[in-house]
């Protein structure tokens, strides 16, 4: 079992989170989950999963989902809950007229939606992480303002740099997210979607991501390192947009402020200056 409510418990403090990040967790039947998961709760009405995710990220319950109770048969078809009908889905007839003008691009948006295959599991939980509830969670989940997911995912790159890759299929960030997470097992951000916007209450000013658990302590070690460099903290403090950025620039990149001097004679240096960092 990888350690990682440690990493997460940071994260969140070193971000100033808003909301609790989550753990996600898949069974294979929903005896299992309700033994294995203590103080769990069965919601007795229908919602949507953006709805139990936003009651887990904001009022810190561990809640149990089922097929049976959703309301929205695309979460079931996103999270592998039920298998994707031969007709009426796939050929993009349910969309048509509601998300893209005609059937060909409904088509394309029923197509290209990332799925978590169905038949590996029949129950899901969904956890704080710092509650502990969940003991081998598949992904973890993180809601945060531009600026803090900013810093996410400059921590995740200190170790070992990637440039990220994210999607946006349209109505259905959850796909986006969580599915692409779970079947790649990849970071990924993600625009939460008008239904997350309208039934989870996210906020206008929040994106998500989705992120292998297996990655906080890394993302943990990001943060302390981009701080302990004087590169980046949270919050991001701001300069103004009527003063040189060039003091703050040197602080940081030392080795091109001889560069910058050369551009104000008209001079164009074919090497940059080593760094002037002391040791």
Known sequence: MIS????????ENNLKLRTYPLAIQFFETPE???????????????LSFCQYVGIARTAGWTIG?????????????????????????????????VWCRTR???????????RIPFGKHTAIAISPIASGRLSNPQITLFYGTPAQMNLLLNAAQWESYERFKFYFCGEGSCGDSL???YINRKI?????????RRFGCVQDDELEVAIPPERLLEIENGLKGLKKAGT?????????QMSSPLPAISMV???????????GRGEFLKRIPRDKKSN
């Open 4 to 11: 990682f409510k440690e990493s997460s418990v940071y994260v």
């Open 32 to 46: 299992e989950m309700l033994k294995d998961v203590p103080k769990i709760r069965i919601w007795p009405d229908l």
């Open 65 to 97: 989902v089922t097929a049976k109770n959703l309301s929205m048969p695309d979460c079931m078809f996103t999270l592998g809950l039920a298998p994707l009908p031969e007709e009426g889905y796939m050929d993009g007839e349910t969309y048509e007229g």
């Open 104 to 114: 060909p691009e409904a088509v394309k948006y029923t197509q290209s939606r990332p």
């Open 179 to 181: 599915a692409e997470c």
């Open 188 to 196: 990924f951000l993600t625009i939460p979607c008008f239904g997350e």
């Open 232 to 240: 980046a903290a949270y919050p991001i403090t701001t300069f103004g």
């Open 253 to 263: 990149y030392p080795q091109l402020s001889d560069y910058i001097k050369a551009v």
